[in-house]
C-alpha cells in the first residue's frame, strides 16, 4: 500500500468505563464493514504516546473518541486538533490521562504530519461497566453513519485528485 494513501481510523477510549469506551465501540463495529484497501482501523485504547507509531506513515487519521463538549449525551462533533487548541487551550478535553493533543503535538514534532480529524462523541456516564449508556447505544447508527461519511469523503477526495492527474 502506498504510504501516501493510507487513512487510518483509530477508536480512543477505555472499555470498562461505559462511554468512555464509544471510540473502541465504534471500531468494533466498523470491523464489519468492507472498508476500501487504503483504510485501516485500530483499537487505540487509552491512547497516549503509543498512538504516534499508529500515526507514521499516513495522509490521513480519522480519531473517534469520547469528548466533553457540554451538549446532549450522544452528540456528534467532528473537528480538526486546531480548533480544540483554540476553544480549549489551557483545559484538557479528552478523558484519558494523556491528553490526545499532546500525543498529536508530539508526532508533528517528530515530523510527522498527516491530515487528523476527530469524530467526537458526548458521553453521559462515565462509570465502571462495559456497556456504553442507552444514549450512546441509541447513536451507535448515527456515528456509523458519520465515520461512513467521512471515509466516503475521502475517497472522493482522493478519487478527484487522481482524476486530475
Known amino acids: 500500500m502506498n504510504e501516501n494513501s493510507k487513512v487510518v481510523i483509530i477508536g480512543i477510549g477505555n472499555l470498562l468505563l461505559m462511554d468512555e469506551g464509544i471510540g473502541i465501540h465504534v471500531i468494533n463495529e466498523l470491523e464489519k464493514y468492507k472498508l476500501p484497501h487504503n483504510f485501516e482501523v485500530y483499537d487505540g485504547g487509552t491512547g497516549g504516546f503509543k498512538l504516534i507509531d499508529l500515526m507514521h506513515g499516513t495522509k490521513r487519521i ?35 490521562d494523556t491528553d490526545l493533543l499532546e500525543v498529536i503535538k508530539m508526532a508533528e514534532l517528530l515530523g510527522n504530519h498527516p491530515e487528523i480529524e476527530i469524530v467526537g462523541i458526548q458521553p453521559k456516564t462515565i462509570n465502571y461497566g462495559t456497556t456504553p449508556s442507552k444514549e450512546l447505544r441509541d447513536a451507535m447508527p448515527d456515528i456509523i453513519n458519520t465515520v461512513l461519511s467521512r471515509i466516503e469523503e475521502v475517497c472522493s477526495v482522493h478519487k478527484l485528485a487522481r482524476e486530475r492527474s
Open 62 to 96: 480519522i480519531l473517534i473518541d469520547a469528548v466533553e463538549t457540554g451538549k446532549a449525551p450522544g452528540t456528534i462533533t467532528t473537528f480538526k486538533p486546531e480548533d480544540v487548541r483554540s476553544i480549549y487551550p489551557r483545559k484538557k478535553y479528552s478523558l484519558h
